[in-house]
């Protein structure tokens, strides 16, 4: 097709910059004849994406009966077109065109999910995996725009991410990004479980952990009071911190990090610190954000993203500016217009924010920002004065709405209160300033609070704000008192000692939660690297358990810890053997032998494992763990965890104490608990 090409270089050659952008029409090809004539040549070929804007523009100009064996043409290229560049061009084409998209329909929609699924089949062709992850970008911006029906393309994203190990990296690398957008504006949908499923790969970890922290940030601002919004954003931040340390190149994660960080610090006592020490990072990270936002491509569902980076940004400058003023020795003189001007706009900026949806996130300064800024006024009578005088006397602020709603605010929360003591005593702002105060005080706070200086109690809460506070907080009780058994026996060894108890106890909290995720594991989640905790899968084929199974999850979940920098596996050579999991904390190091039970995995039948255990500990801290596969759990279902965890001293001839080998027994080849009976009740 000779002739199709010398038009296109011909038309490439004369055209403008926007005629280029746009495109040629069906005209600048020759004739409807000729395009027709060469459909097969276009559709399979480089120039797909030229196809699809010469077909729209027809369908502008002449409408849907002329365009109709152009569309023919146009899906069976989409349908055959084994080019990814062609391909791709393609379809960020048709992306951009909604009205021939719409046109094209349902057809449309079934070719794009066919690509899809053939993707997932694709194994080493990479060509077919790119074409299936950009059928679904394609298929997620039409999603969006209201083109296509949403359940087919959610239904479709859930299955091909039902065992994202089985899927070719290069596809599957693309997915999380795309499986946020549709959480985002789907969260109903049950996405956050693919997310999650995505944790176990490491080239799927990074963008699934920032999705599903992006979700907990949503949710924490569908919350409308403090102390709830509050907690969640903090769960948020954990889960960027975890990924910073994983990747400390990602810059989203620590924009946003530090955005939350200076909307939590507002209400801290030490918030002009804390708030600028989180903005100048911001700052410089932003830098950064915004050479690699312009050197690299953005894909159209991307720009609400940055958009909503940049929002969060701003919101976090104005922040800094309004902090520096809080700190109840800061007497406003001199300064003090410019000082009320940086405050009112902090007061006001509800409609900054947004998160990755076109509704904004004005939540987040109602209830976090809005009462801070109305507590740093009650709480010294002269701001308040100072405020009314320039409400009356600054020609600037007479008219400003932002000062107006703040006076009314003001005069509405001092009427509202029974008298000046209660005021003082129960007003909100303090418990919200010294929130960790008031919640390991209770009901004694109010009275507290009446009889201590203020920098005695902003001493106190920077001294309770620890990390043991917050992961106290959120503790299963009997969790608590698990960990809180195993600890007092643990606290017997002379062994437990600075530089080995914290480790061992790091250790051993990871892998507690390794075997509270086998126990609560779904049928689909983690695909096959779980296989050994089932005994049949939802087809009734009979599951693979293996050891090598059981020490690779093992493994990937200690990887995905605190502990990812520390982690040995099959380590050679210890004490004339081979150790499943050596865990090195510099000198100190603390084995974890993995073990399969297939006929009795009773306390006193894997007792008999421990000396392995105890051998590999003979030049270090006496301590060890052993992780069991319970392969003997039968129709009555398995021994529950908290009945599954237990210590084993084991002391031989010559020893003058004991090494402790901590046992976690964990249910393998598990059948459905539909098909579970109670057991017989002895006669």
């Known amino acids: 097709m000779q002739f199709i090409d010398e038009r296109l270089t011909q038309w490439a050659a004369q055209a403008s910059g926007p005629q280029l952008r746009a495109g040629p029409t069906v005209e600048d090809l020759g004739s409807l004849d000729v395009v027709l004539a060469a459909a097969d040549h276009l559709s399979e070929g480089p120039f797909l994406h030229h196809l699809i804007q010469a077909t729209a523009h027809h369908l502008e100009a002449f409408g849907t009966e002329a365009c109709k064996p152009l569309y023919d043409a146009v899906l069976a290229g989409l349908r055959t077109n084994s080019n990814h560049a062609a391909?791709?061009?393609?379809?960020?084409?048709?992306?951009?065109?909604p009205a021939l998209a719409r046109e094209l329909g349902l057809p449309l929609t079934r070719v794009l999910l066919g690509r899809l699924q053939e993707a997932q089949d694709a194994g080493d062709d990479l060509a077919v995996a790119l074409i299936g992850v950009e059928a679904a970008d394609c298929l997620v911006q039409l999603t969006l725009a209201g083109v296509t029906k949403a359940a087919r393309l959610l239904g479709a994203m859930d299955e091909a991410t039902e065992d994202p190990a089985t899927l070719p990296e290069a596809m599957a690398t693309r997915l999380p990004r795309l499986l946020g957008v549709l959480d985002a504006h789907h969260p109903g949908a049950g996405l956050r479980d693919a997310l999650e499923r995505c944790?176990?790969?490491?080239?799927?970890?990074?963008?699934?952990?920032?999705?599903?922290?992006?979700?907990?940030?949503?949710?924490?601002?569908?919350?409308?009071?403090?102390?709830?919004?509050?907690?969640?954003?903090?769960?948020?931040q954990d889960r960027l911190a975890e990924l910073i340390t994983l990747d400390p190149d990602r810059l989203d994660a620590q924009l946003y990090h530090c955005a939350i960080?200076?909307?939590?610090?507002?209400?801290?006592?030490?918030?002009?610190?804390?708030?600028?020490?989180?903005?100048?990072?911001?700052?410089?990270?932003?830098?950064?954000?915004?050479?690699?936002?312009?050197?690299?491509?953005?894909?159209?569902?991307?720009?609400?993203?940055?958009n909503d980076v940049f929002a969060w940004s701003e919101l976090t400058v104005l922040l800094d500016g309004a902090a520096a003023h809080l700190a109840p020795d800061d007497p406003w003189y001199g300064e003090g217009h410019d000082i009320l001007t940086a405050?009112?706009?902090?007061?006001?900026?509800?409609?900054?924010?947004?998160?990755?949806?076109?509704?904004?996130?004005a939540a987040a300064v109602e209830t976090l920002v809005v009462p801070v800024i109305e507590d740093t006024f009650l709480q010294h009578e002269h701001r308040q004065r100072f405020l009314?005088?320039?409400?009356?006397?600054?020609?600037?602020?007479?008219?400003?709405?932002?000062?107006?709603?703040?006076?009314?605010?003001?005069?509405?929360?001092?009427?509202?209160?029974?008298?000046?003591?209660?005021?003082?005593?129960?007003?909100?702002?303090k418990a919200r300033r010294w929130q960790r105060l008031a919640h390991q005080l209770s009901e004694d706070f109010t009275a507290f609070v009446e009889q201590t200086p203020e920098h005695v109690l902003d001493r106190l809460e920077l001294g309770l704000r620890t990390h043991e506070d917050v992961r106290e907080a959120i503790a299963d009780p009997k969790y608590g008192r698990l960990k809180a058994r195993l600890l007092r026996q643990l606290k017997n060894s002379p062994d437990w000692l600075p530089g080995v108890s914290d480790e061992f106890t790091t250790l051993l909290e990871t892998t507690i939660r390794y075997a509270y995720l086998c126990y609560d594991i779904g049928r689909k989640m983690g695909g096959s690297y779980t296989e050994y905790l089932r005994t049949r899968d939802k087809d009734g084929k009979k599951q693979k358990v293996d050891e090598a199974l059981f020490h690779q999850h093992y493994r990937e979940v200690l990887q995905f810890s605190a502990l990812f920098g520390v982690v040995n596996s099959e380590v050679i050579d210890k004490a004339g053997g081979r150790t499943d999991i050596l865990v090195s904390f510099g000198a100190v190091q603390f084995n974890v032998e993995c073990k399969i039970e297939e006929d009795d995995a009773s306390e006193t039948a894997l007792r008999e494992y421990v000396a392995q255990a105890t051998e590999y500990q003979n030049t270090n801290a006496g301590f060890a763990i052993l992780l069991a596969l319970d392969k003997t759990v039968g129709a009555e279902g398995a021994a529950n965890l908290f009945s599954s965890i237990w210590i084993e001293p084991v002391q031989r001839a010559g020893e003058s104490d004991p090494c402790l080998v901590v046992i976690i027994r964990v249910p393998g080849g598990r059948e459905n608990p539909n098909l579970l009976r109670p057991a017989r009740r002895p006669t």
């Open 388 to 429: 009314q005088h320039a409400v009356a006397h600054d020609e600037e602020l007479r008219d400003d709405p932002a000062a107006q709603r703040l006076q009314a605010a003001l005069l509405h929360r001092t009427k509202s209160t029974e008298n000046a003591t209660s005021q003082r005593a129960g007003d909100p702002g």
């Open 199 to 236: 944790l176990m790969l490491d080239h799927t970890c990074r963008d699934a952990t920032f999705e599903l922290a992006l979700g907990d940030l949503r949710q924490a601002l569908e919350q409308d009071q403090y102390d709830p919004m509050a907690e969640q954003l903090r769960k948020t």
């Open 343 to 361: 405050l009112l706009r902090v007061y006001t900026a509800h409609n900054t924010v947004a998160v990755l949806t076109d509704a904004p996130a």
């Open 87 to 97: 391909f791709a061009s393609a379809t960020d084409v048709l992306a951009s065109r």
């Open 261 to 306: 960080e200076a909307v939590l610090g507002l209400s801290a006592p030490d918030a002009p610190t804390r708030v600028h020490a989180a903005a100048a990072t911001l700052r410089e990270t932003l830098h950064r954000y915004r050479d690699y936002r312009y050197r690299a491509r953005t894909p159209a569902w991307a720009r609400p993203r940055q």
